[in-house]
């Protein structure tokens, strides 16, 4: 069992900047791969970033080269910096890993980018 507990959610300007942290604890040694979703109202989640144990990463296009994803070799930490914010970026976000063969949840933390 692996649980995950997202933080640092809020309410941001367009264009500008947020850190999405989140915790995992438990059988942490056994995450295969860790990554944030993303859901936004009415449409379905979505994998906008992961990184492998071995730190390759991937990005949705729609995020990729504003958002950075990446952990502490630990794997006990996952964080999301998100730059250049955009209305479309609001969204409840959500850590997610791979471990064990099946795949683990936080409770989402929520996004809004307004002004």
């Known amino acids: 069992q692996v649980q995950l507990v997202e933080s640092g959610g809020g309410l941001v300007q367009p264009g500008g900047s947020l850190r999405l942290s989140c915790a995992a604890s438990?059988?942490?040694?056994?995450?295969?791969?860790m990554g944030w979703y993303r859901q936004a109202r009415g449409k379905q989640r979505e994998l906008i970033a992961s990184?492998?144990?071995?730190?390759?990463?991937n990005y949705r296009d729609s995020v990729a080269g504003r958002f950075i994803i990446s952990r502490d070799n630990a794997k006990t930490m996952e964080y999301l910096q998100m730059n250049s914010l955009k209305p479309e970026d609001t969204a409840l976000y959500y850590c997610w890993v791979w471990a064990m063969g099946q795949e683990y949840w936080g409770q989402g933390t929520q996004v809004t980018v307004s002004s």
């Open positions: 438990g059988s942490v040694r056994s995450i295969n791969v």
């Open positions: 990184i492998t144990n071995g730190g390759n990463t």
